[in-house]
């Protein structure tokens, strides 16, 4: 099949395809035109590829993963370095939500301090608002 069929029955688009073939993840023959041709199996190969990126992991990681994967979901075999690999990438994502959340924590806490403290401003504030915005000079 075509480029074009293929992003029909996957709903990729074709720059999409084009990517992860430059990325090393699909491997279209090419006809005597010189038009890429897909086999019956990229159709499976790309569902895995999307699982796999919505799973937050980039093509490099797929790239390593895709020899290791069957079926839709897609299921993985534990191929050498895999589960090394996977669990590193989920080190990494809960460092990084730890990092969020003591981000959360400081801004929140920096709003509470704030709404707390009354302003030295309130009164030229006050005074700019009831003068459409001029201040006495």
Request: net charge negative; charged share 30%.
């Amino acid at each position: 099949m075509l480029i074009g069929e293929l992003s029909r029955r996957t709903r990729v688009n074709a720059h999409q395809l084009r990517y992860y073939e430059a990325q090393g993840l699909l491997e279209p023959g090419r006809g005597a035109n010189g038009y890429r041709e897909y086999g019956s199996d990229a159709v499976m190969t790309v569902t895995q590829i999307r699982k796999l990126l919505d799973a937050g992991l980039s093509t490099e990681e797929i790239a390593v993963l895709l020899p290791c994967a069957s079926g839709e979901a897609p299921e993985l075999e534990p191929c050498p370095d895999l589960l090394d690999m996977l669990r590193a990438r989920l080190r990494g994502l809960d460092d990084h939500i730890d990092m969020l959340v003591r981000t959360r924590r400081t801004l929140r806490e920096y709003i509470e301090v704030t709404e707390r403290r009354e302003s030295p401003y309130a009164e030229e504030c006050d005074a700019a608002d009831a003068s459409g915005g001029a201040t006495a000079a």
